[in-house]
């Protein structure tokens, strides 16, 4: 008889400029997930945080990490790391920030979901009962502008889950395997509302489980106007696209 394998996930962690917390974030993680794998997709950040990767993979088992030439933006690394998932065989792939602003102690929950529950996709989500923000400085402009683009996204899309901006979410990989990536537009933070999307198109079931939001712990925010208007286009236009039947082509 074949022994059945245990169910193998991998975790994904984008990373520019995160020297400070890739390696108490990577013992974290372990501590959390200890069957998990972990990869680390950086791209070329300025600070180190590379070279702090390679010693993580060189110190810890089913730790790897893939460099990338510049900075090519959080939705291209977590599309790296899905076709990554998929080629080496894993059942599911958990993306998380990596600034601690996605707590390790939910990561349970998070493949229970996909493992145990029979999710498609499993979303760590701040907007149901439970969820939530913590932090004092996590400021109102940033709560609203939060709230603002769920609810666009919602209207656009017509997804139906509550939180659908947020990065801590776990995979099927066979779900993904469904999804035509070539056709992906986003390169940056739409990619969060976009993949979720492309799953609903294939057929996937999307469950939320809470998680608490924490301010990042140490280095800078990433994300600047240019990105987030660009996200707004991404989204509308594929809303648009969608009602009107278009099939659109990877334009950017
Ligand atoms: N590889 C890669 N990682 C990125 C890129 N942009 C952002 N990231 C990472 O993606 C994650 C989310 O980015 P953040 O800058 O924290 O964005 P944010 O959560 O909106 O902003 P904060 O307020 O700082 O938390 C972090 O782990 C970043 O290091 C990129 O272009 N390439
Ligand atoms: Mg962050």
């Known amino acids: 008889m074949v022994k059945r394998m245990s169910f193998r996930t991998i975790i994904s962690l984008a990373t520019y400029n995160e020297a400070e917390n890739i390696a108490p974030l990577?013992?974290?993680i372990r501590r959390a997930l200890p069957s998990a794998e972990i990869?680390?997709?950086?791209d070329n950040s300025p600070d180190g945080t590379g070279r702090i990767a390679d010693?993580?993979?060189?110190?810890?088992?089913?730790v790897h990490v893939l460099h990338r030439p510049g900075k090519l933006g959080l939705g291209t690394a977590v599309l790296t790391a899905m076709r990554y998932a998929i080629e080496n065989g894993f059942d599911a792939i958990i993306n998380m920030d990596a600034d601690f602003s996605h707590p390790p102690r939910f990561l349970p929950q998070l493949v229970a979901g996909v493992e145990k529950q029979g999710y498609d996709v499993m979303i760590g989500s701040r907007y149901i009962k439970g969820g939530g923000i913590g932090g004092e400085q996590f400021n109102l402009k940033r709560k609203f502008m939060s709230t603002g683009i769920n609810?666009?996204?919602r209207f656009w899309l017509g997804l139906t889950s509550r939180d659908n901006s947020g990065s801590y979410r776990c995979y099927r990989t066979a779900t993904l395997r469904g999804i035509p990536f070539d056709k992906i537009r986003s390169r940056g933070y739409s990619f969060m509302e976009e993949i979720l999307y492309w799953c609903r198109e294939a057929?996937?079931?999307i469950g939320e489980t809470p998680i608490i939001f924490e301010n990042r712990r140490a280095?800078?925010?990433?994300?600047?106007k240019m990105e987030a208007v660009h996200a707004l286009r991404i989204i509308a236009e594929l809303g648009v696209g969608k009602l009107?039947?278009?099939d659109y082509a990877r334009v950017d």
């Open 26 to 28: 990577v013992h974290e």
């Open 39 to 42: 990869l680390i997709i950086d």
């Open 244 to 246: 009107l039947g278009l």
């Open 151 to 153: 609810t666009y996204a």
């Open 203 to 205: 057929g996937a079931t």
């Open 219 to 224: 280095g800078v925010s990433k994300i600047n």
């Open 55 to 62: 010693e993580l993979v060189a110190e810890l088992p089913g």
